[in-house]
């Protein structure tokens, strides 16, 4: 198939079946078959087909929160290469977008900005597709999809109808919703809802607002939010450069750990304890009266550092941030996960906090 209908093969379009060259990590093994879909109809077809024969299936976006297994994923895989936006003005200022799940995210952010809507500038830089955004219910710089998102459309891999799920049903949490770790569910396209007038939302997050030089809670022109947040990630290896190993990553690798309150004091005398008093550990309110940590902050606290290398040095935490782990170019997933339990592991045995990776680990485990 073509154009609209789609690109079906068995390797992928760049003239191997490594997944590697789908994922911002470079890394993972072929996959037995590989379709293009470049339109919503194709791609719900290509999964019906594939559900109907009962094969595996991975839903393949930008990567960018993927980590595949050297042995690669003995299913099909369905790339989403669909495109489309529309702006529909709703009244009081207001703006709905809808965005096909295939569009590049960064492409999205940067649209909006050009068209003076605020709401989605502080999450530029991002890597990956649309799609994925609420999957994971991505976030930075003080704003979560969350925030923003009206409604999707979903494929319903049980039944092979396509429905549309309001953003409070679908259980959006701390980079997480119902749809992660989840195959019941495809998403076709997502909607937003954006202020029109050119002005970000209000800056809540405390190294932004000094990087723009204004109090927390203020507003800024769009496009000042969204070249101060580029610049900021920019200098954390977070936005993708071929030419960049620092880059060749999933992001940040890890979550920030959330803490019961009953559990706090615990943790905090613990971490205090091998620290010590003079340190200050950063804490911010999570919800349900719990505790968010910053796990780049125990990372660094328990001996692992910028650049830190795992076996064979192939594969290191990220030189310019401790929460990205890093292809330095001829690495496996086996050097990748090697270097990931060791920073996991070191960091329960220094502080008693366990962190859990944000990627998506396919056919490989921690």
């Known amino acids: 198939m073509s154009g609209a209908e789609g690109t079906r093969d068995g390797a992928s379009p760049s003239g191997g079946s490594a997944l590697a ?14 379709v293009v879909a470049e339109d919503a109809e194709t791609l719900a077809d290509a999964v019906r087909e594939a559900d109907a024969a009962g094969s595996r299936l991975l839903v393949l976006g930008g990567g ?3 980590v595949v297994a050297d042995d690669g994923f003995d ?4 790339r989403i290469a669909t495109k489309g ?5 709703v009244g009081d ?31 530029s830089g991002i890597p990956g597709l649309t799609g994925a955004t609420p999957v994971q219910n991505v976030g930075a710089y003080g704003v979560e ?21 309001r953003a409070e049903d679908l259980g959006l949490v701390y980079r997480g919703s119902v749809l992660k770790h989840s195959d019941r569910a495809v998403v076709l396209r997502v909607r937003f809802l954006l202020r029109d007038g050119g002005r970000s939302a209000p800056v809540r997050y405390a190294e932004l607002a000094r990087t723009l030089d204004v109090e927390p809670g203020a507003s800024v022109a769009v496009a000042e939010a969204r070249e101060a947040v580029l610049a900021l990630r920019r200098g954390k290896g977070m936005v993708l450069d071929p030419a960049d190993h620092d880059t060749w990553s999933a992001g ?26 003079d340190q200050r550990v ?12 910053s796990a780049a902050w125990l990372i660094e606290r328990a001996g692992f550092g910028k650049g830190h290398p795992g076996p064979g040095g192939r594969a290191r935490l990220s030189t310019k941030h401790t929460l990205a782990l890093t292809n330095r170019g001829e690495a496996t997933t086996a050097d990748l996960l090697s270097l990931a339990r060791e920073v996991r592991d070191g960091v329960l045995a220094q502080f008693g906090v366990s962190l859990a990776p944000e990627p998506v680990l396919v056919d490989c485990a921690l």
């Open 252 to 277: 940040s690798f890890f979550t920030n750990p959330i803490v019961e309150a009953a559990d706090l004091p615990a943790v905090l005398s613990r971490i205090v304890a091998k620290v010590g008093p």
């Open 64 to 66: 960018s929160n993927l």
């Open 282 to 293: 950063p804490q911010y309110p999570a919800s349900d009266g719990r505790t968010k940590l």
């Open 21 to 34: 060259a789908h994922t911002t990590l470079r890394l993972g093994g072929p996959a037995a078959g590989f």
């Open 75 to 78: 299913g099909h895989v369905v």
């Open 93 to 123: 200022g207001l703006v709905q977008l809808t965005a096909e799940a295939g569009e590049d995210w960064d492409a999205v952010v940067a649209e909006t900005v050009r068209q003076g809507l605020g709401g989605l500038e502080c999450l």
């Open 145 to 165: 999809v969350s925030e923003l998102l009206l409604s999707v459309d979903l494929l319903d891999r049980r039944t092979g109808n396509v429905r549309t799920v």
């Open 85 to 89: 936006l529309r702006f529909d003005s």
